[in-house]
């Protein structure tokens, strides 16, 4: 099955955006290039198979609890440090995964890294 991938609102969809036109004008420096790419890898991958072996993914407990709905986090990178992950959730319709956030991993998850983490809003159809 696959998903069609929609990206939150409003910071998410401009980041991208940012990347892409970035990445078109030959403007990108490499660390964008870096995330701009790996982030594309991933978007294909979820929108194939949410639970592809390489992104890893899992439900966050504690922003589940804090958003009253199941938030998922795939893996763009690992390894690395700060290496960046994606947030998302099911919805807002039947075959639709919406991207919530983007942010590197938190580096202490035991001592309420979560908290720092936040999302953002879910567009509103």
């Given at each position: 099955m696959n998903f069609k991938i929609r990206m939150g609102i409003p910071e998410v969809l401009e980041y991208w955006n940012y990347l892409q036109e970035r990445?078109?004008?030959?403007?990108?420096?490499?660390?964008e290039e870096r995330i701009y790419k790996k982030?594309?890898?991933?978007?294909?991958l979820l929108s194939e198979n949410p639970n592809y072996?390489?992104?890893?993914t899992h439900e966050i407990m504690?922003?589940?609890?804090r958003y009253k709905?199941?938030?998922w986090q795939s893996y763009?990178?690992?390894k690395t440090s700060k290496a960046m992950r994606m947030y998302w959730v099911y919805g807002p319709n039947k075959n639709d995964?919406?991207?919530?956030?983007?942010?590197?991993?938190p580096e202490d998850k035991k001592n309420g890294a979560y908290d720092a983490i936040n999302l953002s809003n879910l567009p509103l159809d």
């Open positions: 990445y078109r004008n030959k403007s990108i420096n490499k660390n982030w594309g890898k991933a978007l294909k072996p390489s992104l890893n504690q922003l589940s609890r709905l199941k938030v763009l990178e690992n995964i919406t991207i919530i956030g983007l942010e590197p991993h």
